[in-house]
């Protein structure tokens, strides 16, 4: 009863926001109900810590609302891997594996995640060929996506990162050459592998191709000149 009532909870947007998830849209309408039946919806402040990478996982979460950064510690250390914004779905690998996270997460800001029992995951998974078959092409999707991200790193400068990353976020922010930065410059130095340090001398190298940077935005001023020193490439960004 408890969980029904949860279920009920949940507004029918938010309801029809995960039935469109690639990981869902063909899954039968009975399993649907299972998972949702069996998920939890939950508010969460910022900077709250909803898993811990060494553990083994109890939930598949779906953001909602707000967005979650995936990072990792070792030594003393800590990196930014991702930032993750609705509708996506996190750490589904470990999740089906039924093995430890790789990394934890955490909110950035007020955030609404529901979360689904991996258990039901990976008993909905045996017996629903359309989810099994989606949660191989998100994972293929993912692992893509990784390899990407290693060869920005491997393959180019700092300031190279920053630069495809202007030219993309501005893209995805319809491409007015402001670029509202989405979170603040210490975790967008983490996701880029770099310190706060070399973000601000990395968009004062920017300014001679196009870019101007203070604040929380970042103005593209010559596009072409930026495209032209950054080089982005499909086979890396896509």
Known sequence: MELFCIFQAMRHIEIDLVRQLPLCR???????????????????????????EGELPDFLHIIVDGSVELF??????????????????????????????????????????????????????????AFARAIVNELAVRYRSVVRSLKDHKLRTSAERLANWILEIDRQQGGSGRVVLPHDKRTLASRLGMTPENLSRNLATLSEHGVIGGGKEI???DREALKRWAKPDPLIDG
């Open 72 to 129: 990792a510690e070792w030594d003393g250390r800590e990196v930014t891997l991702d930032i993750l914004r609705p509708v996506s779905t996190f750490i589904l690998a470990a999740v089906i594996r039924d093995e430890v996270y790789l990394k934890s997460a955490r909110t950035l800001v007020p955030s609404q995640i529901l979360m689904i029992p991996a258990e039901t995951v990976r008993d909905i998974f045996s017996r629903d060929g």
């Open 26 to 52: 063909d899954m039968t309408d009975a399993n649907f109900d299972s998972l949702m039946i069996a998920a939890l919806l939950q508010k969460f402040p910022p900077h709250a810590v909803l898993i811990r």
């Open 219 to 221: 103005v593209v001023t």
